[in-house]
């Protein structure tokens, strides 16, 4: 069982600024889809109309079972939003905290169901370990994963996840990766991964979305990740290069001094 989302000439103007230009893609189950781009290019609004909770100017996003039928948006999805800071003070367990994910309240009529979700949550982010302490004082990691479980409680078939990576070291991006990964191919859960590191979305992605100015090119990673490509998106000569088996892509137009994406390390 799993779940495709579809999206079709999907373009969203805010305030009469084009955001999103005619994007058609989709997520097939157990795909990985990684989506990168500079600050501004539109990555969170694309998720917003996703999340419907930003109807589209023009175009549409249908979520679509395996008989490819339309499905309920909000049966299907689970989504961890970019990172937060949560009061240290907060007194409640890692637990408590994910059961917030249940569609309803967990303590006062909690069935083995609830509890077997939990378990599972915890165990697809290797967690158990953290299970009981108290959520508010998790390190950036932890809590990433916490949250990510606090997604999986509703056994989304799709998955959104904004920048889950971000203010996290090298050791604890890979791991969150590669938990996600993981979730995706033994679940044949649909990925939709924001991140502004090109060589962690290279190693895990299946396809990438690039956008930039709200244009984009959508595809596996080594078709999208070519000097021709990203030049006409970005409209100016770019290069991208492999440096020690990593990508880097650096403008050479007449901007090159600006850093257009980053590549996991500083630039
Ligand atoms: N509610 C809004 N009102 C006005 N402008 C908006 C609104 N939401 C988004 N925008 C504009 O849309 C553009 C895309 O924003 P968005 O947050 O989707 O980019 P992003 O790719 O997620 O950026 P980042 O990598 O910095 O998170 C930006 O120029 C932003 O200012």
Not at 59 to 71: A, I, K, R, Y
Not at 145 to 160: C, D, H, N
């Amino acid at each position: 069982m799993g779940c495709e989302l579809a999206a079709r000439e999907v373009s969203v103007h805010i305030n009469g600024k084009p955001i999103l230009d005619h994007i058609s893609f989709s997520v097939k189950p157990g795909q990985f889809m990684g989506i990168i781009g500079p600050n501004g290019a539109g990555k969170t609004t694309l998720f917003r109309v996703l999340l419907g909770m930003l109807d589209p100017t023009r175009g549409s996003v249908s979520f679509l079972n395996d008989d490819q039928q339309p499905v309920k948006r909000s049966s299907v999805i689970g989504y961890v939003p970019q990172s937060r800071q949560i009061d240290p003070e907060i007194p409640m367990t890692a637990e408590d905290f994910i059961s917030l994910g249940l569609p309803h309240r967990y303590r006062f009529w909690s069935t083995s169901k609830d509890r077997q979700a939990i378990s599972e949550a915890l165990r697809l982010t290797d967690s158990f370990r953290l299970a009981n302490q108290p959520v508010g004082k998790l390190s950036g990691g932890e809590r990433q994963r916490i949250y990510l479980a606090q997604a999986l409680v509703r056994q989304p078939q799709i998955l959104l996840l904004d920048e889950p990576t971000s203010n996290l070291d090298p050791g604890a991006q890979e791991q969150m990766a590669s938990v996600v990964d993981r979730i995706c191919r033994e679940r044949n859960v649909s990925v939709l991964f924001i991140s502004h590191d090109i060589n962690l979305i290279a190693k895990y992605a299946d396809r990438i979305l690039y956008l930039t100015r709200g244009h984009y090119a959508e595809g596996p990673v080594e078709e999208v990740m070519r000097t021709e490509v990203l030049s006409r998106l970005y409209g100016s000569p770019v290069e991208v290069m492999k440096v020690d088996s990593k990508l880097r892509v650096i403008s050479t137009g007449k901007n090159a001094a600006v850093p257009i994406c980053y590549h996991g390390e500083a630039q």
